[in-house]
């Protein structure tokens, strides 16, 4: 079992910037192996769609919205993932969910508000 604890949602004004972090632990002490990890978003009404995916090597796969303004990276001595978002719109509002896969299987954190208003 692997737990996420997310962090740095907010609200900002257009064209400015956020970071959320993501870290994996796991409750009862078990040791886990985590490969790819990354960040999901939702707004109310619609699927869950990938904003970015990190792999244990370092790989990453940004969706097309988003490349060019948001960097993902992990740090794995941590266990933790992290997106750097910037030039923020209102259409990147949206609750982000950060994922990690263990195992065969993914786990989701809880999501973290973000709000791009005036």
């Known amino acids: 079992q692997v737990q996420l604890v997310e962090s740095g949602g907010g609200l900002v004004q257009p064209g400015g910037s956020l970071r959320l972090s993501c870290a994996a632990s796991?409750?009862?002490?078990?040791?886990?192996?985590?490969?790819?990890m990354g960040w999901f978003r939702q707004v109310p009404g619609k699927q869950r769609d990938l904003v970015a995916q990190?792999?244990?090597?370092?790989?990453?796969n940004y969706a097309d919205s988003v490349k060019g303004r948001f960097t993902i990276s992990r740090d794995n001595t941590k266990n933790a993932v992290y997106l750097q978002m910037g030039s923020l719109k209102p259409e990147d509002t949206a609750v982000y969910y950060c994922?990690?896969?263990?195992?065969?299987?993914?786990?989701w954190g809880q999501g973290t508000q973000v709000t791009v208003s005036s």
């Open positions: 796991s409750p009862s002490r078990s040791r886990f192996s985590i490969n790819s």
């Open positions: 990190i792999t244990s090597g370092g790989t990453t």
């Open positions: 994922y990690a896969d263990s195992w065969g299987r993914r786990y």
